[in-house]
């Protein structure tokens, strides 16, 4: 009802403008949507060249990819709320994700890397995991908050000491860094098994997990406390601390959230790749950032819903899915992808100047 409501308002708004401001509007319309235009376009181009796109099994990829890096997003998206972001975040996945798989590897598998502890407890493991990504997130909010370090330092220091400690691990019990596989059946079944298929297509369950964590951030941004505190320091960390919000623990927290959010993507990790490594979780933030930016979680802070941020992730799942059915040469594929995290900030950054 409200919805009808404000584009009721919006459109008698429209009719009230005169002649030129009407162009005006629609020339800003279809400046600050140009990206979302054009995704529209290339989606339709790929569709006509290669019809396999729109089959069921391709839906189907294109819905499992982006179930598995939304926790990511909307944990980063709290980092962008408050003008910052986390360059930590692709190595915390990493960790977790081999932590997960070295708890988890099968009683009889010859390599185990932990023989003598056997196949611990999936519920247990998720909290271990948690835990570790919470720990960095504390570290980080904490020299953001106290020491009024740059969130960009910050977790660039914690990114290289995450990595060094993932290298450590993978080393233990003369593992000597090989990948961490075979993985217990029952942890495979967990993330990856499906009990609901579409046209015949198994839903991957992890999908039904990101779906949780999406209404429970939503919750938690939109009916808490702490997510008006959050908003609020994003918006103006001055205004908010006058007003009675602690800033300095809004930080920790939403950097500890955000922590906990890369352990989940871990865990979903460990089991969907099925073979761990180093290189796990590499670049992974640089998705999720631009996933953000796309779905409207402004760097200038204070600005962001969970629902853009899904939309992000999906559309830009949708671009990486259709450069694949396009056959497009994978060096130029990180050339589209910069550009596109290029005109998305710069988007972002001309509504804020417009507003100003």
């Not at 950032?289 to 204070?302: D, E, M, P, R």
Request: glycine share 8%; proline share 3%; hydrophobic share 55%.
């Amino acid at each position: 009802m409200k919805t009808v409501e404000n584009l009721k308002r919006r459109y008698a708004d429209f009719q009230a403008l005169d002649a030129k401001d009407k162009r005006n509007y629609w020339k800003e319309f279809a400046l600050n949507n140009a990206l979302y235009v054009l995704i529209i376009i290339a989606i339709i181009y790929t569709a006509v060249q290669n019809p396999n796109f729109t089959t069921p099994a391709s839906i189907v990829n294109i819905i499992s990819l982006s179930a598995a890096n939304i926790p990511i997003a909307v944990g980063i998206a709290g980092c962008i709320v408050l003008t910052g972001t986390d360059l930590s975040a692709g190595r915390v996945v990493g960790l977790t994700a081999c932590i997960a798989a070295a708890l988890l590897q099968a009683a009889d598998y010859p390599t185990k890397i932990f023989p003598e502890l056997g196949v611990v407890p999936i519920p247990l493991v998720i909290l271990v995991v948690v835990a570790v990504g919470a720990v960095v997130g504390l570290v980080n909010g904490f020299f953001v908050a106290h020491f009024k370090l740059h969130p960009f330092i910050v977790t660039l220091a914690t990114q290289l000491i995450v990595y060094g400690v993932l290298l450590m691990f993978i080393m233990i019990n003369g593992n000597n860094g090989q990948p961490l596989s075979g993985l217990d059946q029952s942890f495979k079944d967990f993330v990856t098994g499906s009990v609901i298929k579409i046209s015949g297509v198994p839903i991957p369950n992890y999908v039904w997990y990101a779906c949780f964590i999406v209404a429970l951030m939503w919750f938690i941004w939109n009916k808490t406390a702490f997510g008006k505190n959050m908003f609020a320091v994003g918006s103006n960390p001055e205004a908010a601390n006058v007003s009675g919000v602690n800033v300095a623990k809004t930080i920790i927290l939403v950097h500890t959230l955000a922590g906990a959010m890369y352990a989940i993507t871990g865990f979903i990790e460990s089991a969907r790749i099925g073979s761990n490594q180093a290189n796990t979780g590499l670049n992974y933030e640089c998705d999720a950032i631009a996933a953000c930016v796309i779905g409207g979680v402004s760097f200038v802070g204070g600005t962001g819903k969970i629902r853009g941020v899904v939309m992000g992730v999906f559309i830009l799942r949708i671009i990486f899915v259709a450069l694949q059915f396009l056959a497009i040469n994978q060096s130029l594929q990180y050339v589209i992808k910069g550009l596109i995290i290029l005109v998305a900030c710069a988007i972002d950054m001309r509504k804020y100047l417009v507003r100003k």
